[in-house]
């Protein structure tokens, strides 16, 4: 069994998804059971989650959201006159 220390020694040096498979098991067990570090640890685990997830899927979440945010030419064209009727009132 790991100790509080070990765990958080480990997760604070590297990605727990880079170590090994029994290291990675053992890790998971303690963080899972553990009335100390568990919520703490599980936390840090989530985050690196979310940070590999950003960085394996980087480019295409840039582009959707820069997809998200551009309006299509109609739309503009239509926004224009709104803003043209607007301006006359
Ligand atoms: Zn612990």
Known sequence: MLT???V??????????????????LLKFHVRCCLFCGKYNKQVMETQDMCR????????IIESADSEIS?????????????????DC
């Open 4 to 6: 509080c220390k070990q």
């Open 8 to 25: 958080s020694n480990s997760l604070n040096k590297k990605d727990y998804k880079d170590l090994s498979f029994v290291q990675r098991i």
């Open 53 to 60: 997830h950003f960085r394996e899927n980087e480019d295409s």
């Open 71 to 87: 309006l299509d030419e109609d739309k503009k064209k239509l926004l224009k006159e709104k803003m043209a009727q607007s301006m």
